[in-house]
Structure formats: C-alpha cells, structure tokens
C-alpha cells in the first residue's frame, strides 16, 4: 500500500469522550500537547535546581534559553516588554519544542494543526488588545491612526485596522505551513527510498542503489528542519514581542 503523507496529521482519539453532542476525545494531538509540557517542565525543573559551579549542560541550556528570550525581548520590546517575559518565554519553548519533537519518528507535530497555531496566535493578539487598553485606555485606538496629511488617514487607518486583524492569520499559518511542508517533503522522500530498495528484490535489483538518493536528500532535508523548527520558534516569539511593544509604546518607536 502506498505511503499516505498526510496520515501523519491525522488527529485520531485515543480515548473516545463525548458529552452531549460535542466530542471531547483524548487525542494524539492532545497527548503530545501533554509530552511537550512534560518535557519543558522537566527539563526547566532540572536546569533551575541545577547550581554547580561549573554548569551542567542542561544547566548551561536552560540559562541560554533564558538569556536569549530576555535578549530578544529587550531589543524588540524594551525593558518595559521584560514584564511579559514568562508569556513570551513559554510560547517560545511551547513552540520550539512541538516543533523538535515533531521531527522523532512516529511522533506528532502538534504546530502542524491550524487549529493549535491560530489559537496560540489568537491568545498573542488577545494580550496586545488588552495590554494596549490597560496602558493606554481609549487612546490605544491612536495605533490605527498613523503620522500622516488629514486626506491620506481616510485610506490608511482601514489598512491599518485590516493589517491588524490578520495578524492572526499571518502569525498562525507561517507556523503551521512551515511544519506541515517540511514533514510532508520528508514523508514522500522516505517513500521514495522504500520504493527503490524494494526493487532489489525483483528482477531489476540495479534499482535499488538508487535509493541511496533520497536517503542523502532525507538527512539534508531533515537537517533543515532543525534549523525550520529553531528559526519558526523564534520568529513566532519575536513577532510576539514586536506586537506587544506596540501595544507598550503605540508609534514611539515607529
């Protein structure tokens, strides 16, 4: 039977739940969810209580992710942005690891779901709004209204409002695509060295050390995904840090 690249994805309960109409599944989707969280938890836990003098490497990681969110955060946002440090740190491990872990076989991507990216998405914007009434009130309305001639905000703040709006969007499907092409590429390489070394059995076994091919191609293109998984958790965090210190700082630092 031919390999199916988008099974995959496929969220399958686990433990079947349904109250009333609605399906509560226990799904794989929500088990890696709970992995993910188990292992940050873990990890942090061993890297915090960790004081040697000469740090361990789980010692030393942990404040290098440590330093790196308060480094990002400081240059997008400020040191008034390092009150929402904890919120931008655990997207940012929530992310990168769902996107790590994704890559062990028989796993699964939990940033691969639409649903899981727009919803961490929806809870950025949801922040910034809130964020921007509680520090501005009403005038955080002034960040649809850019330093422009009279006739010209007539156009620009409908764009501004739109350009707002589909943050969401943006911030969630540049998420998901990324990890959904990757593995998907990966998958359908993976069939191709299947299907070549299977031919080493039939009549024309020439066809087999073609598979080493995308054998090659897999190692190269899984390496690449290590960097995807690194490079899209921190593009989601500092994205995430950008729109709060607008909320912070409205067109200060535009």
Known sequence: ????????????????????HYDVSFTNQALWMFIVLGVASVFLYVAATSRNLVPTRMQSLGELWYEFTADMIRSAAGEAGMKFFPFIFAIFVFVLLSNVLGLIPGSFTVTSQIAITFALAA???????????AVHGIGFLKLFVPKAPVPLLILLVPIEIISFLTRPISLSVR?????LAGHTMLTVFAGFVIALGATLATP????????????FLIVAITALEILVALL????????????????????EHH
């Open 1 to 20: 039977m031919a390999m199916n690249p988008m099974a995959q994805f496929a969220v399958k309960p686990l433990v079947p739940l349904h109250i009333g």
């Open 123 to 133: 809870l950025v914007i949801i922040t910034v709004i809130l964020t921007g009434f």
């Open 175 to 179: 998420l998901f695509a990324n990890m």
């Open 204 to 215: 024309k076994p020439w066809f087999g050390p073609l598979a080493l091919a995308p054998m």
């Open 232 to 251: 899209q958790a921190y593009v989601f965090a500092i994205l995430t840090s950008i729109y709060l210190n607008e909320a912070l700082h409205l067109h």
